[in-house]
């Protein structure tokens, strides 16, 4: 059992986004198939750090992990309040360090030096349980897990558990994939739907042989669908293919506005196979620079001769594009979501999809459908 405490009054105002328990989690999961079972947030006061600490070790688990509330000035009294918790002193280390706060541990912990910052981690046992107590920045948190002994101490705490299995999907509303797996319930057991802007997830949780059963039985109902597993990251799958077939690619974006661009250009070694990219917002580039004739610019056309034009402009293999409406309001009577996409290779073709979300959701789910579909389409000819 691992328990996390996230300390700092700015994660319960909302003035900092909370991205420590996904960083942890999926340390744990990639290495021990394990992930946090329990947290807590808590306000940096003496009291309430105090009680948390408490109402975990009650619980007898393996670890607890604190972060946050430990930095150099006076609201940062983590340490002060673990220390009075558990009813030990503060001692001072030898540990080099400028900062005189940071020289001071909990009796009978170690310190550990912070191999992306500046505050140390503190490492200790009360009653069988570790205790890890980190900075709250998420970048320093990965580094201790990754970079220093922090990492190692954790895992050997604990003992696999159970192995997960994520199945990818796109081009498929939520709603739809619960339709299409309804009947198969049954055989499929206990399962959850992960929402996000490249695709529907599915996680799976099991030995390796129900796993296995479960991924070969969704490959064939889900099979157009599905574009990936796991750690899978669909813009390094389409690069990958694209690098083996020696393609290179252009893009034409216009509501996407490079966002399609942007996350291609994430995956090292990309240059190889994107030539360019033109934002095509207004109408205006869209006639002046793609040579765009048709007047509809929401249409299966439009998309159609702006990915043929930019792969004619770049003298690529591959062009594709986008035109829609992101929100938040209409556009010329086109409801908010209602997007176009274009693909120019052995044949011009174009794809229509009805988007939910906010702006920025429209934006990424686009970008990445059109990712999706280029994948599919490049991987029917392996």
Not at 271 to 285: D, N, P, W
Request: net charge neutral; with cysteine; glycine share 8%.
């Amino acid at each position: 059992m691992i328990k996390l405490i996230l300390v700092g009054d700015e994660l319960l105002e909302g003035f900092t986004n909370e991205r420590n328990i996904s960083i942890i989690s999926n340390f744990l999961r990639n290495n021990k198939k394990i992930t946090i079972d329990e947290s807590i947030v808590v306000r940096d006061r003496y009291e309430d750090i105090k009680s948390a600490i408490n109402y975990f070790i009650e619980k007898e688990p393996k670890v607890i992990i604190i972060t946050g509330g430990i930095g150099p000035t006076e609201d940062d009294i983590t340490i002060a309040s673990v220390s009075n918790a558990l009813n030990l002193n503060l001692v001072k280390s030898e540990i080099h360090t400028n900062i005189e706060k940071y020289k001071y541990t909990i009796e009978g912990f170690e310190l550990v030096e912070n191999p992306r910052g500046k505050a140390p981690a503190h490492l200790g046992y009360y009653e069988n349980i570790l205790i890890v107590i980190l900075p709250g920045v998420p970048y320093e948190v990965e580094g201790f897990l990754l970079e220093t002994k922090v990492g190692n101490i954790i895992l050997e705490k604990i003992e696999h558990r159970m192995e997960f299995l994520i199945i990818k999907t796109n081009n498929i509303y939520e709603t739809e994939l619960r339709e299409k797996l309804l009947k198969y319930y049954s055989i499929l057991g206990s399962f959850a739907y992960l929402p996000r802007n490249d695709g529907v997830y599915l996680k799976f949780k099991g030995d390796v042989e129900r796993l296995n059963n479960i991924k070969n039985f969704l490959n064939e109902i889900l099979r157009e669908y599905i574009w990936g597993y796991n750690g899978d990251k669909m813009e390094e799958l389409l690069v990958k293919e694209l690098k083996l077939k020696n393609y290179t690619i252009s893009i034409a974006e216009s509501f996407t506005g490079g966002k399609v661009s942007q996350i291609l250009t994430s995956v090292s070694g990309v240059s190889k196979c994107l030539k360019g990219s033109i934002v095509a917002y207004s109408r205006e580039v869209k006639e002046n620079i793609l040579n765009v004739k048709v007047k509809n610019i929401y249409s299966h056309d439009c998309v159609i001769e702006m990915a043929r034009n930019v792969r004619t402009l770049f003298n690529s293999d591959i062009g594709i594009s986008t035109s829609g409406v992101a929100g938040p309001d209409k556009d010329n009577g086109i409801d908010v979501g209602t997007c176009f996409f274009g693909i120019s290779y052995k044949e011009n073709i174009s794809f229509e999809y009805k988007f939910t979300g906010d702006r920025n959701n429209i934006i990424e789910k686009g970008a990445y459908f059109l990712i999706f579909k280029l994948l599919k389409l490049l991987k029917s000819e392996s």
